[in-house]
């Protein structure tokens, strides 16, 4: 069992950066970093698997850069240039079996809580 603990989420106009980072107890293969806005569907934002191959939704690619730190068993996402559609809940996942970098929801076993992140205009 992998037990995930999000943190950095806040509010920040457009154009800002913020840091979120995932607190991971036990191994897991690939991590990701997902949202879901009010009234719409959880969506991949970034992945990272195993091997640090990383995979972007098109819509943060450029903008957002997802890492991971193996020693400390840690997932950031660094978000620039923030929009006001990126406001959303954002979730860490891990995997308990191996698979190439994916941001679907369904290849992935264990979830945060979430952390909010708000772009205002």
């Known amino acids: 069992q992998v037990q995930l603990v999000e943190s950095g989420g806040g509010s920040v106009q457009s154009g800002g950066s913020l840091k979120i980072s995932c607190a991971a107890s036990?191994?897991?293969?690939?991590m990701g970093w997902f949202r879901q806005a009010p009234g719409k569907e959880r969506e991949g934002v970034a992945a990272?698997?195993?091997?640090?191959?990383?995979t972007y939704a098109v819509s943060v690619k450029g903008r957002f850069t997802i890492s991971r730190d193996v020693t400390k068993n840690i997932l950031y996402l660094q978000m620039n240039s923030l929009k006001p559609e990126d406001t959303a809940m954002y979730y860490c996942?891990?995997?308990?079996?191996?698979?190439?970098?994916?941001?679907?929801?369904?290849?992935?076993?264990?979830w945060g809580q979430g952390t909010q992140v708000t772009v205002s205009s």
């Open positions: 996942a891990a995997q308990r079996r191996w698979t190439l970098s994916t941001l679907f929801v369904s290849d992935y076993d264990y």
């Open positions: 990272i698997d195993s091997g640090g191959t990383t």
């Open positions: 036990g191994y897991s293969y690939g």
